[in-house]
């Protein structure tokens, strides 16, 4: 039933290596990734983490399969004192409300994923849409005897969890629970009200001034945060489905928790593959606010930072995320991004050349040359990147290196001979399908869709070669620093006159 | 404390008349507006309303109100046999799932609401989202004995309810009760379990097949589709509050029934103004899928419709409901949409000029002008009309009013010294802010706003000037069709040359 020609091989954080990759159901999946809390900004970390897990989405779907990519939003927080100006008291709608923040920065939020062309997930739900659901696994979990009520919250016993599911809390992160008992004995960590420091709450009874509460069995209040996860998961795509993704520093104790709550509740793993997207660092540490080491992403496409020397659009910086590997490190530095920049131009230029070349069928005669192998061999080798855990830079250069053969073939230095058409109109399917479908990189050059930009290129490459052709270099000159003054390059080639926009 | 200085007034439907609008608390301003069902694509009409309550949110903050503007998604509805391909069976992530529907025509209705240049609300709560809420104003009608239960299900107690509060029910959209009871005894309407047909359901028990359900105390099911307004609007604007708007369609039995939910769990009148965005018709008929007499949105864009000769731009068609009052039914004819576009690019063009103009400081000699006296008495028209029930037609009509003096000034038949500078200033200040911050126009002749076209089009008329200067028609007759091939006209005047993308 499968059309799936593929073998995927993931890294499972759960297992802590490569395994092949084998859906519970045929030709579908389901993946489930945690999303942003909708009280500030998105960060750029989290940009590279939706990022990634947008690319492994369309990767998927393009070798065939049908995917449920569920990515929540969390709207409920700690937002008592959070916002913007507080407005009278007195009245309702003159009083702060955290839905009108969770708003603002949920449309932020998705503009910033418009902007970085991610696409949007199948099933966006949102945390406060789902409190029965919440309460129904708080109940289960208390029903199988892994929670206890205390003065109004519950807490997970994480103890006795780990006495009966031996080997299963702390799997996931490398974690010891003794070590963490340890730890928390050495006063690291508040006991409370729970019987044992490593216990967390999955519901909590609201102190006076929480805002966003609802009424349950043990007390007018909110879930705990892991809770929303594992009962939006199990509503979506079931008890146990295919891959659970997220930012690394979700390991501990988020996903852990989510783990021990599935369990908890219905004696299921959630999901059998849990893949974690490593950090960003900015010139080799690691981002913090305190220390003033960071960078919004607007920071960057603007260039109103410290740390940059320019601006960088959005395409150049997924571009830049492209070329690590999404479980690495990846350093933002200004030369890295000046690297990216001219990269992602290179290969966009690369693929407009590419895309305008006419096989050559006229004399064409019929056998497969060295250059088709390799070109062959190679698209295979950009398709085993990707399936080899999603490796986008091994793919990436693997394109690289397929474009050194475009730009032989339009320099001349590779006879159109030595490239069947079959084999070039591959190539070009290949190209638009890894640049635009796989990685969702967009074509920034031009300004607007309506093709108003190549209309007036179209024109002023006319009058500069009429202005060369009568040796007006006035002209030409002046066409020259008016297209460098928007940021367009004019390259001569023998294939015709290219234009870029740097 | 309020810094609003305008006097509003609005056609109350609850009234059936024009009144003057007082806020419940002085400088705030509490709106409800129904948002759209997604399970389709969102239709012309619907567009035309959020676009009409859209400029009304933006008048009342650009007049100094902070503005709770909520409009709700309704994500739960009768959804078992909408959506895209029915997956395998057996298998949860491969069962059709609505939330995949929803989300779909969500997105899908905001990226229409970004087309047509409408600001997102503050709250954009979601019926499954408030299934707590619902449950809970259940059991406040129940307990007030406005509501029973049969099987499962429950029921709004109508007659009940307008022998306690007589002359509610019907109010709003001119129903009277007792003629509502003589159609359904004439079999127009099936009793089925209910005690009286005018009856609605509140809670609704889940049949065989639904999958979008709830536990609840009198049955697994899900709210009547009535009830999601009066909770999210109780919820997030409290019990009663500001204004309550929504297209023409709904005020029966949609409004009435959610006035009689809102008063029968609380005894409060959930909104004092109740607006009413009106009907598009097409081509002089109502729209109507069956009747083939309908246009999509999308089609007016691109023109793939039998009723239009071309397609007109988003902006254009916002510019064409501008210019009829919000509650006046509109006419989409092709000859009407062409007058629009005419109008829209000539109010874009006389802003371009007027922004440019340099005030006239040097030989002002201080005094005021018929013509400043004018211009301000125009200017206060133009608010006059937007005071006077959010009138667009008015405002827009006093804009080319005004208009008509830009171009007297850049035609030079009226002198400069005829306007004072202050003047000028305040000219272009409320061009500025009609068109961009009021209507939510934008100017579309940009390809995109990176100045890429704007750089382009200086470096093509500096090479025109010169050509036509070396009496080089050739070159500039080139320019002049190239031009004309994307779209672009170019107009001399003594100041300077101007350039419009039609």
Known sequence: MSTVEHTIKLYNSLKGQKEE????????????????????????GNCRTFTSFDIIYRYLMHIGYKVRYVRNITDVGHLTDEGEDRMSKGARVAQLEPMEVAQKYTVGFHDMMRI???????????????????????????????????????????????????GVYGNLSGRVLDDLLAESREGLKSQGEKDNPVDFAIWMKARSGDIMVWESPWSVGFPGWHLECSAMSTKYLGQT??????????KFPHHENEIA????????????????????????KK???????????????????????????????????????????????????????????????????????????????????????TILR??????????????????????????????????QQLDHTEVAPWVLERLKTIFN????????????????????????MQLILDIRAAARAQKDWGTSDKIRDGLAAVGIAVKDGKEGTNWTKG
């Open 21 to 44: 990759f084998k859906p519970l159901h045929p030709g579908y999946v389901g993946m489930y990734v945690c999303g942003p809390t909708v009280y500030s900004d998105v960060h750029l």
């Open 116 to 166: 970085f062309n991610t696409l949007p997930p199948s099933i966006e739900p949102r945390a406060t849409g789902h409190i029965p659901e919440q309460i129904k696994m708080v109940q289960d979990i208390m029903e199988r005897g892994y929670g206890y009520e205390r003065n109004g919250s519950v807490y997970f016993n994480v103890r006795k969890f780990d006495q009966e599911n031996p």
């Open 241 to 250: 489905f295919d891959i659970h993704g997220g930012g690394n520093d979700l």
């Open 261 to 284: 709550q599935n369990l908890g509740s219905c004696g299921c793993t959630p999901a059998n593959y849990w893949l974690h997207a490593n950090m960003l660092l900015l010139n080799g």
């Open 287 to 373: 981002m913090s606010k305190s220390d003033g080491n960071t960078i919004t992403p607007m920071e960057l496409f603007t260039g109103e930072s410290p740390f940059v020397t320019k601006g960088y659009s959005p395409m150049v910086v997924k571009f830049f995320m492209l070329m690590a590997h999404y479980r690495s490190t990846l350093d933002i530095t200004d030369e890295a991004l000046q690297a990216a920049e001219k990269g992602f131009r290179r290969l966009m230029e690369t693929n407009s050349i590419l895309q305008k070349m006419d096989p050559h069928t006229a004399d064409f005669d019929g056998s497969e040359s060295d250059t088709d192998r």
């Open 378 to 411: 190679l698209i295979d080798e950009a398709y085993a990147g990707m399936d080899d855990d999603f490796n986008t830079a091994i793919a990436l250069a693997t394109l690289n290196e397929l474009g050194s053969y475009v730009h032989k073939l339009a320099n």
């Open 433 to 456: 399908a890894f640049i635009f479908d796989i990685f969702g990189l967009n074509d920034e050059a031009d300004g607007g869709d309506d093709g108003t930009v190549d209309g007036l």
